[in-house]
């Protein structure tokens, strides 16, 4: 049985980031390691409605076969696809950690200078801070709603 090598990341956490003057993110530590681990040294940096999705290229090439697949299915994913991949970038990342985040990315996604950056395993979103902080802290209720989903995921 032939044994497939292939990578893994989990990209986890999430913390608050400022960009320089130029636009560039400092990638956290831990999101680096990931990517020395697997010897990446770019990123695809893709708006992703309201925020940035930074993926290895490895993930970035399989993702897109996925939707590829889903999008000779239906109209609207195919639409939803050519604005996707059409925005899709690859960006190395320099020596101090650094990758350019690209004003018309940014704008296209409403961020700011004041970022989150939040691990989501194979890629890592990049959020305008006060976005994050008013949608995307669930409530107790939200909570409540999909504990019994989670429970049967094994995460309860």
């Known amino acids: 049985m032939e044994t497939v090598n292939r990578k893994k990341y989990g990209f986890m956490g999430r913390s608050e980031h400022v960009l320089d003057n130029k636009g560039r993110f400092n990638l956290p530590a831990r999101f680096r390691d990931q990517l020395v681990r697997n010897g990446d040294n770019s990123l695809v940096v893709v708006p992703w409605f ?7 290229v490895s993930e970035w090439e399989e993702t897109v076969d996925r939707m590829r697949s889903a999008s000779n299915l239906d109209r609207k ?4 696809f050519k604005y996707i991949v059409s925005g899709a970038n690859i960006y190395p990342i ?3 950690g650094r990758i350019s985040l690209p004003h018309a990315a940014r ?11 939040a691990g989501m395993s194979s890629y890592v979103e990049i959020w305008d801070q006060k976005v ?5 802290k669930p409530s107790k209720e939200d909570f409540a709603e999909v504990e019994e989903a989670l429970v049967e995921l094994g995460m309860g």
């Open 50 to 56: 309201d925020c940035l999705r930074l993926y290895p």
């Open 77 to 80: 994913v195919h639409a939803t």
């Open 94 to 96: 320099d020596k101090q």
């Open 107 to 117: 704008s296209e996604c409403s961020i700011g200078e004041e970022v989150v950056a």
């Open 132 to 136: 994050w902080n008013e949608l995307k």
